[in-house]
């Protein structure tokens, strides 16, 4: 079983989405660190970004200093 594709696939897929899970977990929390709490409606655009997003967002926020540069930037890859 280990070595069926499908097994596989499932895996990676599994492996991936932890990835994700965690890049969100930990930029919520930097960001409520640097900013302050962060309200539902951000926590909500944040979770539904990409990992290569999340990674952006993740060395972005190191030079935001407001909730407005979170909302910009936000904005902007909306865009």
Not at 42 to 55: A, H, K, V
Request: no cysteine.
């Amino acid at each position: 079983m280990r070595e069926s594709v499908i097994y596989q696939d499932i895996r990676e897929s599994g492996k991936a989405q932890g990835r994700r899970e965690e890049a969100v977990s930990l930029i919520l929390r930097l960001l409520n660190r640097r900013l302050g709490e962060i309200s539902s409606t951000l926590s909500q655009q944040i979770r539904e970004l990409s990992l290569e997003q999340l990674e952006t967002l993740g060395e972005a926020l190191l030079d935001f200093t407001s909730l407005t540069d979170l909302t910009t930037w936000l904005s902007e890859i909306q865009t």
